[in-house]
T-cell receptor, first 117, second 115 residues
Framework: GENVEQHPSTLSVQEGDSAVIKCTYS??????FPWYKQELGKRPQLIID?????GEKKDQRIAVTLNKTAKHFSLHITETQPEDSAVYFC????????????????FGGGTRVLVKP | GAVVSQHPSWVICKSGTSVKIECRSL??????MFWYRQFPKQSLMLMAT?????????EQGVEKDKFLINHASLTLSTLTVTSAHPEDSSFYIC???????????FGPGTRLTVT
């Protein structure tokens, strides 16, 4: 099955600086990589995702890069703001060859980001 | 679009009783719904996958007789925690996905406390 590792587990940055979170995955057949943001006590929200046919995707201050050869993908947040403080989870598909799996995801362990004003 | 609701948002029950949690997709047809459990400061742990009209598939170590899942329509899945015990206390979150799409959209979660 898919194994997803996420680093770092905590990240403290000064407001305005950049934050980078990296995830590695094990299944070379994986083709979809989402990132979720979860504020305390709330639902995970999909903030950006990337498919395996592209190497980078941007949406305003956030971007995701994918290196299929090395099997890792990263989330980049530029010009961080206090409202970016949250836990971020990466994920990758699991059981991808099993049709009945229904697009299951394996989640990384999460990164707690704190943006200091 | 892609709104998922969950009810109740929190519940307290006595040991030995059962609790039902509902997950609804409000503006799309959810062919697949997933149920997760999340412990404080931890990641999301998949409990089971339910496809509309068929039996749920459970992850290893999850007791299917304890966590009953029903996905009777394209917009509703329910999780019933039977004979709840204090160790079942947790944050339960559902997500929904439509056919052919990878994206999962999460409900707001249900905090269950068993006393």
């Amino acid at each position: 099955g898919e194994n997803v590792e996420q680093h770092p587990s905590t990240l403290s940055v000064q407001e305005g600086d950049s934050a980078v979170i990296k995830c590695t995955y094990s299944d070379s057949a994986s083709n979809y990589f989402p990132w979720y943001k979860q504020e305390l006590g709330k639902r995970p929200q999909l903030i950006i995702d990337i498919r395996s046919n592209v190497g980078e995707k941007k949406d305003q201050r956030i971007a995701v890069t994918l290196n299929k050869t090395a099997k890792h993908f990263s989330l980049h947040i530029t010009e961080t703001q206090p409202e970016d403080s949250a836990v971020y989870f990466c994920a990758a598909p699991r059981d991808i060859m099993i049709k009945a799996a229904g697009n299951k995801l394996t989640f990384g362990g999460g990164t707690r980001v704190l943006v200091k004003p | 679009g892609a709104v998922v609701s969950q009810h109740p948002s929190w519940v307290i029950c006595k040991s030995g009783t059962s609790v039902k949690i509902e997950c609804r997709s409000l503006d799309f047809q959810a062919t697949t719904m997933f149920w997760y459990r999340q412990f404080p400061k931890q990641s999301l742990m998949l409990m089971a996958t339910s496809n509309e009209g068929s039996k749920a598939t459970y992850e290893q170590g999850v007791e299917k007789d304890k966590f009953l899942i029903n996905h009777a329509s394209l917009t509703l899945s329910t999780l019933t925690v039977t004979s709840a015990h204090p160790e079942d206390s947790s944050f339960y979150i559902c997500s929904a996905s439509s056919s052919g799409r990878h994206e999962q959209y999460f409900g707001p979660g249900t905090r269950l406390t068993v006393t």
